[in-house]
């Protein structure tokens, strides 16, 4: 049994804990001790919690690999000719709480000069005016800008509720691992520098929890994939 096999549960409860200790101290930083008293977050407060909001966030998503590596995925059932005739009465309709978002970021792997341009919202149509002159015509919508404030809410509600009871995530994540093919990336986590990691000077002792997390994560990945 190697060391990382050895310290596998030792590591997931001390990670969860830190966990656990960087959202009370990102809420405490915005004056609350709950998500749900949050009506909104301003510029300056997003500002504020930025960092330490990422730096919670890849620990945990370290911790659901970690844990997720040492479950069994589960089989979807298989569905018969019957079941699939049959629809199922739609159910109420409920709020759903946002999901914990499973992967990171990964650098795009189509060179540069094959990349397609990114196209504008609406198409750009010229018409011949009165006088015979070529105009922009007006646009029929307007484009919808996502709020940055609830963008941040959905963030920080999903990452109390994975730290608070992190079994369905946890499941998920298998899910995610399990479906991993050769048309998709092999790994939820991102290349090259874990996201949130202390600098040396910013560090105590010298050892940041990040790192133990990234050490673990990327055990557990490579075991998964030997066996």
């Known amino acids: 049994m190697t060391y990382e096999e050895r310290y596998a549960d030792q590591f997931l409860d001390s990670g969860w804990r830190t966990a656990s200790q960087l959202l009370v101290r990102l809420l405490s930083m915005m004056q609350v001790t709950r998500v749900c008293d949050l009506l909104f977050v301003t510029q300056h407060m997003r500002a504020t919690i930025l960092k330490p909001l990422i730096r919670c966030e890849s620990l945990v998503r370290r911790l659901l690999v970690v844990a997720a590596c040492k479950l069994d995925p589960p089989r979807r059932p298989h569905v018969t000719s019957t079941a699939r005739k049959t629809r199922p009465i739609a159910p109420a309709v409920t709020s759903r709480l ?20 990114i196209a504008r919202p609406l198409p750009r149509i010229s018409v011949m005016d009165a006088d015979g002159f070529l105009v922009s015509s007006s646009r029929v919508g307007h484009r919808i800008i996502a709020d940055p404030s609830a963008k941040m809410l959905r963030r920080l509600t999903a990452l109390q ?29 991102k290349i090259g520098i874990p996201p949130g990691r202390l600098k040396a000077k910013d560090r105590r002792h010298g050892e940041d929890i990040i790192d133990d997390a990234q050490h673990h994560a990327r055990y557990a990945l490579e075991r998964l994939d030997s066996s």
Request: proline share 14%.
């Open 98 to 117: 946002p999901g914990f978002r499973l992967t990171e970021p990964w650098p795009s792997t189509t060179p540069f000069q094959q990349r397609r341009p």
């Open 161 to 189: 509720a994975v730290i608070e009871d992190p079994l369905k995530s946890v499941w998920r994540m298998a899910g995610w691992l399990a479906r991993r093919g050769r048309s998709r990336r092999n790994s939820p986590l």
